[in-house]
């Protein structure tokens, strides 16, 4: 059974920083990684999908990468402002139908 | 504006009875998820249809039934609601089933 981690569970910088957010499974058999953000009250707003034949992906100041071999995936935030501040998730997709295991979430929180 | 609707965003609900959360797409997508948020254990997938006409079940199938009679429509119904159906409830969809996801803002169900 697929098991997602994030790491740290909540993560506050000052405004400016870069950050990395960490993602762990323990399958590496996925057909995709997906990194979310959640406001609070909100629904999940996609970032970044990432597909099990690619290495990264790009949008903006976020940049996502995935490891299958190590089961692991990062998403890097580059110069952080204070409209970053959500819950990050990210998802792994590991069966025929799509079925998305989360993670926790790291809850960030950019001061400024 | 393209997205996903659900209906109603909150409800109370008394024990015992009968809901229909509602859900639809204007994407066009072929798959549709059910999940559930609760706090400390993330998002579950209750349900899903990787297209119209096919149901599945997902990790917390049991209270619930859904159907897809069509492409736009995925209606989650608690049969007799319980108070461990207390949950914020989420629904998604996707192009195909490793495609990425899309979530709608959610239903705040509360069983009394």
């Known amino acids: 059974k697929q098991e997602v981690t994030q790491i740290p569970a909540a993560l506050s910088v000052p405004e400016g920083e870069n950050l990395v957010l960490n993602c762990s499974f323990t399958d590496s058999a996925i057909y995709n990684l997906q990194w979310f953000r959640q406001d609070p009250g909100k629904g999940l707003t996609s970032l970044l999908l990432i597909q099990s034949s690619q290495r990264e992906q790009t949008s903006g100041r976020l940049n996502a990468s995935l490891d299958k071999s190590s089961g692991r995936s990062t998403l890097y935030i580059a110069a952080s402002q204070p409209g970053d501040s959500a819950t990050y998730l990210c998802a792994g997709c590991d069966t025929s139908y799509g079925k998305l295991t989360f993670g926790q979430g790291t809850i960030l929180t950019v001061h400024p | 504006i393209a997205g996903i609707t659900q209906a109603p965003t909150s409800q109370i609900l008394a024990a015992g009875r009968r809901m229909t959360l509602r859900c639809t797409q204007d994407m066009r997508h072929n798959a549709m998820y059910w999940y559930r948020q609760d706090l400390g254990l993330g998002l579950r997938l209750i349900h899903y249809s990787n297209t119209a006409g096919t149901t599945g079940k997902g990790e917390v199938p049991d209270g619930y039934s859904v159907s897809r009679a069509n492409t736009d429509d995925f209606p989650l119904t608690l049969a007799s609601a319980v108070p461990s159906q207390t949950s914020v409830y989420f629904c998604?969809?996707?192009?195909?089933?490793?495609?990425?996801?899309?979530f709608g803002q959610g239903t705040r169900l509360t069983v009394v």
């Open positions: 998604a969809s996707s192009r195909t089933d490793y495609t990425e996801a899309f």
